[in-house]
Structures are given as C-alpha cells and as structure tokens.
T-cell receptor
Framework: GEDVEQSLFLSVREGDSSVINCTYT??????LYWYKQEPGAGLQLLTY?????DMKQDQRLTVLLNKKDKHLSLRIADTQTGDSAIYFC???????????FGTGTKLQVIP | DAGVIQSPRHEVTEMGQEVTLRCKPI?????LFWYRQTMMRGLELLIY????????DSGMPEDRFSAKMPNASFSTLKIQPSEPRDSAVYFC??????????????FGPGTRLLVL
C-alpha cells in the first residue's frame, strides 16, 4: 500500500531556514500536500504541488519535488516562532479521493 | 465561510457509554472524511463519503464504530459502546470534486474524546 514517511522532529533557530523532508512510495501520486497542525488545532492546508511540477514558491514557503526519487521537501525561509507546529506531508493519486498522510514532523523554533 | 464545523470540541465519557460526534462540512463540498489521530498511530482515515454515500469504510476499527451522512450538510460518527482505547482526537474534513482546489481536504478543529 501507499506509504509516506517523514522524520519526527526538527529544531531550528529563529531566522534560519527550515527544511522538512518527506518520501512517498506511490508512483501514481499526482497531488502532494503540506499541512500544518498547531497545538490543539486541526490540520491547515499550507500548500500543494502537482506531480508535473518541480517547484512551487509561496512567500516564505518553497516546495521541491523530485519525482524520480519520490522525495518532497518544504522549505520555510526566515523561520519564526509562530512556525512551531507539526507539519504533515500527504499524497493523493489522480482520480482518487483517499489521501495518505505522513507521520508528521514536529518543528521546534528556538528564539 | 465558516469552515468545517465539529461538535462537541471536547467529550469526556465513561467506558460503555455511547458517543456521537458531529460534523458539518463546508457548504458545497461533496466529500466528507472522518479521521482519528493518536500519538501511537498518527492520523488514520476511518471512513469517507462522496455525495452522502460511504465509499471506503475499511479504516473503521470495529463494529462499535458507525458513521452516517443523512444529507449533504451533516454527518455523525458514533461509538457504541465506547472503550478507553477509543480516546483520541477525531477530525472531520471535507472536499469538493470540482473547482480550482478540487479534492483538497479542509479539516475541522477536531473533537477531543476521552473515555475513562
């Protein structure tokens, strides 16, 4: 079945860049998502990328996709304390509604 | 838009009691998903509906769990009888099969369930 893996924890200093990595196994993945979950809250969609794209930039967020290696990354520039949260990578094949989520990466931003 | 609405936000109950969680999807969305989140198992898809019809309930853990979607604006997830191992955060999400952000799931704030 589909599998999405992430490292569990990342710690960075305020102002530095954060890079959260994700690998997936489903070669038919068409849509790849990044969600953010703050403490006590639901998942909030941050950004998404189609599999025919290599990169997508949205303000401080940059998503890179290496489809050959099935590797997705989220870069947060100038990381702020408000970025502290759990970040979930997720994938969905085209034509299907079921999304497979990763285990989540807890980002800790040190002031 | 009010987003996905879930109630109650918190529920504490005793083992053996019936628990009903409620969800109102985003207006116009035609797909609805129920997830469970725990420290041990992460985020698990329990069931999802499309146009009020259950499509995949393979994630429902046991017969004690049931879900219904009587209309496009309301769904329930019921646990009867509840057990301590059901303690988790239950999320509802909805999506649309049309439009620019088709199939993107939008999550509710979750219901935190504690079964004593």
């Amino acid at each position: 079945g589909e599998d999405v893996e992430q490292s569990l924890f990342l710690s960075v200093r305020e102002g530095d860049s954060s890079v959260i990595n994700c690998t997936y196994t489903d070669s038919s993945s068409t849509y790849l998502y990044w969600y953010k979950q703050e403490p006590g809250a639901g998942l909030q969609l941050l950004t998404y990328i189609f599999s025919n794209m290599d990169m997508k930039q949205d303000q401080r967020l940059t998503v890179l996709l290496n489809k050959k290696d099935k590797h997705l990354s989220l870069r947060i520039a100038d990381t702020q304390t408000g970025d502290s949260a759990i970040y979930f990578c997720a994938e969905r094949p085209g034509g299907y509604q079921k999304v497979t989520f990763g285990t989540g990466t807890k980002l800790q931003v040190i002031p | 838009d009010a987003g996905v609405i879930q109630s109650p936000r918190h529920e504490v109950t005793e083992m053996g009691q019936e628990v009903t969680l409620r969800c109102k999807p985003i207006s116009g969305h035609n797909s609805l998903f129920w997830y469970r989140q725990t420290m041990m198992r992460g985020l698990e898809l329990l069931i999802y509906f499309n146009n009020n019809v259950p499509i995949d309930d393979s994630g429902m853990p046991e017969d004690r769990f049931s879900a219904k979607m009587p209309n496009a604006s309301f769904s329930t997830l019921k646990i009867q009888p509840s057990e301590p191992r059901d303690s988790a955060v239950y999320f509802c999400a909805s999506s649309s099969t049309s439009g620019r952000y088709q199939e993107t799931q939008y999550f509710g704030p979750g219901t935190r369930l504690l079964v004593l």
